[in-house]
């Protein structure tokens, strides 16, 4: 009101009532524009000419100038009351100020990545009459809004003049390049992970290390933007339960987001087995003979996309013969999927189900046309805390699951899965502050086309669970299990032997713990009768024993001593009595084994003492098992980093190693080695 009050003194003078009342209520409505500050809020207090650098730019320069240019006709902005902070930091020290103008330009290198600017024009009395706030983001390098690479160098070389016969070298190196970076430009993002690793041996009595010395054990570049997803190395191909669960290996594939449907469009190609020793350099798929392909189609129709997710998928591929079966010359196949996942009720209730043909030929060097079949899949899930028990919570589950599989499924991209087979298996389980409790059962049927020259079995498996786990008490579990097997079929050819069974199996494990020690215990039965004349229940009986846990006395010094126990008593083994005839009788066979490990560090962070003790003994009440083994090794390992290089870290050690054995057959070997090393760390980022 200073202005205006000013102005009635001036106009005191005035004649008659209407003309001062005429000049209050100009005075009044005049009052807003003239003494109110404009509000911090509002836009364009002042309307700004330029801005420098432009609100999300991008730029190179790491001293870039910073500039504000605006409109103020009026000169209602005290220059110097303007302020400026550069993420949060004042920099209004360094500001150029003119009239409708405010410059800052960095004395040094501003860090790279998104920095924000605020500016605050203030008038003579210094209240804020705006507020002007942009970001900028100054790229890391000039081609790269974002780049960043580490590099983790190790080698190691050990040598010995006395060498442990069949198990380590004479010498040996190893050497492994570990490369981590990241760039990103114009909305794209790229990354690349892998190792490339050399190694070298030498062995007086043997050939050296078989294959490539430099491997590419794994790699995977991954290329996004927005939509689009490109990945090519150690890919991981998810697609469907039954055609391609987990496939792992090396190839490429890539992801499309489309906005029909809010669908998405995969396809991929990888090697169909992976090498026998490490993986080759390159990309995985040169070899048609060794290959894997497929693409699918995912669609998500509503809006929201729990609600329901359809996909298909096409797989074909080749892969030569297994190493393990070696009759067989290869195997080919092609399999069609579709299925349908669903989750409702916030996630608590989930459904899926699918379906999958396929197309397989097992053997490449005949002309028997390929065998079709299919399998299907369907799984229901429900989670939730229905109640509180005692103001706790009570979190319950249930689990079904139904398969089946054909007699001449086949695919390639699965190839563990189990054919000629159906049934279903449910778990149900629940949890209350510190319970929880599990239980559920199985049951299949193999054979489900009744071949006659195989058997057609039941096998149902029953498993339960109680966990207890008590804040500052001891640990609780244990499980039960339950499996039988039936045969309904019995091939003539099997002749008196049967392949039913039943199998009992019971564990209980505790444990305990403080800051400085704890202490585990372990204990289990099992029972198992084959169902065979002349019944002697059980067959086999197992009992075993462990306890273990580890002591830190001290910082730097702990002790970690463990002992396991098993007897074994089987109704049928084959034994030689004292008048040297064959016969069949119970054998029980016992086996102890004790180990210890110690660890000290001498001078903390400088020498460290490492020791690893075990110690076995076997024997059998027929005498045909008694067996007596000790294995240790003791390292003295030093840290150097400070005598050679002061990067990364360096390590001299020295190491001996030893194995005894003696054995009933008069069997007896004593191998001992000393052997002397160096290993290199060297990590690196930019």
Not at 505 to 529: C, F, K, M, P, V
Not at 640 to 650: I, P, S
Request: aromatic fraction near 10%; charged fraction near 20%.
């Amino acid at each position: 009101m200073i202005l205006n009050l000013n102005s009635l003194l001036a106009n005191k003078t005035a004649r008659g009532t209407t003309a001062l009342l005429t000049f209050l209520q100009a005075a009044v409505l005049s009052y807003p524009l003239c003494a109110q500050a404009p509000p911090a809020t509002d836009p364009t207090p002042f309307p700004v000419i330029s801005q420098t650098p432009s609100h999300e730019a991008n730029i190179p320069d790491r001293r870039p100038p910073v500039e504000l240019v605006f409109e103020d006709p009026k000169n209602l902005v005290d220059p110097s009351k303007v302020t400026m902070t550069i993420d949060d930091a004042d920099v209004t020290s360094f500001l150029e100020i003119s009239p409708g103008r405010a410059r800052y330009s960095p004395p040094g290198d501003l860090p790279h990545g998104r920095r924000r600017v605020q500016i605050i024009l203030a008038g003579q009395d210094g209240q804020p009459l705006a507020t002007y706030q942009w970001s900028f983001v100054i790229k890391r390098f000039p081609w790269l809004t974002e780049g960043a690479a580490g590099v983790d160098v190790s080698a190691s070389y050990q040598y010995t003049a006395n060498k442990l016969v069949g198990t380590d070298p004479r010498h040996q190196t190893s050497t492994n390049l570990g490369v981590t970076s990241r760039a990103a430009e114009g909305g794209w993002v790229a990354t690349l992970n892998g190792n490339i690793r050399y190694e070298d041996q030498y062995r007086p009595r043997g050939s050296g290390l078989e294959g490539d010395k430099v491997d590419v054990p794994n790699y995977l570049f991954a290329l996004e933007r927005e939509n689009l997803q490109f990945q090519m190395g150690n890919v991981v191909v998810n697609e469907s339960q039954l055609a391609a669960p987990s496939l792992s290996n090396r190839g490429v594939q890539g992801k499309l987001r489309l906005p029909i449907l809010r669908s998405e469009v995969h396809a991929f190609v990888t090697r169909a087995r992976a090498s026998a020793v490490g993986n080759k350099n390159g990309l995985g798929f040169e070899h048609g003979e060794n290959r894997v392909q497929g693409a699918s189609v995912i669609v998500t129709p509503f809006e929201n996309p729990q609600w329901l997710r359809l996909h298909g998928l096409y797989t074909e591929g080749e892969s030569p013969g297994s190493q393990k079966r070696s009759i067989e010359e290869g195997q080919r196949g092609q399999s069609w999927t579709w299925g349908a996942t669903s989750n409702v009720y916030e996630g608590k209730i989930q459904g899926v189900v699918e379906n999958s043909w396929a197309k397989f030929d097992s053997s490449l060097g005949d002309f028997v046309a390929p065998k079709h079949d299919e399998a299907s899949r369907g799984q229901l899930q429900w989670m939730d805390r229905p109640f509180n028990l005692a103001g706790d919570p009570v979190q319950l589950s249930l689990v079904g699951v139904y398969d089946r599989v054909g007699t001449s499924f086949r695919t390639i991209t699965n190839p563990g899965i189990a054919a000629d087979r159906q049934g279903f298996n449910m778990n149900m389980g629940g949890a209350w502050r510190f319970v929880s409790l599990s239980f559920g059962g199985a049951l299949f049927w193999d054979n489900i086309e009744l071949l006659k020259l195989i058997p057609r079995t039941t096998s149902g498996t029953y498993v339960g669970t109680i966990g207890l786990n008590p804040p500052n008490l001891p640990s609780l579990s244990l499980n039960y299990s339950k499996t039988d097997q039936n045969s309904s079929h019995q091939p003539p050819e099997f002749g008196a032997r049967r392949i039913d069974n039943d199998l009992h199996r019971i564990a209980l494990t505790t444990g305990y713990g403080r800051e400085t020690w704890n202490i585990n215990l372990g204990t289990g039965l099992s029972l198992l009768d084959n169902k065979t004349e002349p019944r002697q229940i059980p067959d086999n009986r197992t009992i075993n024993f462990t306890l273990g846990g580890s002591w830190r006395p001290a910082p730097t010094f702990s002790l970690g001593p463990s002992i396991s126990y098993n007897q074994t008593r089987d109704k049928n083994r084959q034994a030689v009595n004292s008048f040297g005839d064959v016969v069949f009788q119970r054998v029980t066979t016992d086996s102890i084994q004790l180990s210890f490990a110690t660890n000290w560090a001498i001078v903390p962070q400088e020498l460290n003492l490492d020791l690893q003790q075990s110690l076995g003994f076997s024997f059998s009440d027929d005498n045909t098992s008694e067996r007596q083994s000790a294995s240790g090794s003791l390292r003295l390992s030093w840290n150097v980093e400070q005598y050679l290089l002061k990067f990364g870290r360096q390590v001299l050690s020295l190491r001996s190693t030893y194995n005894w054995q003696d054995s009933l057959s008069g069997t007896k070997q004593l191998n001992w080695g000393f052997f002397v090393g160096i290993d290199f760390f060297f990590p690196a980022k930019l």
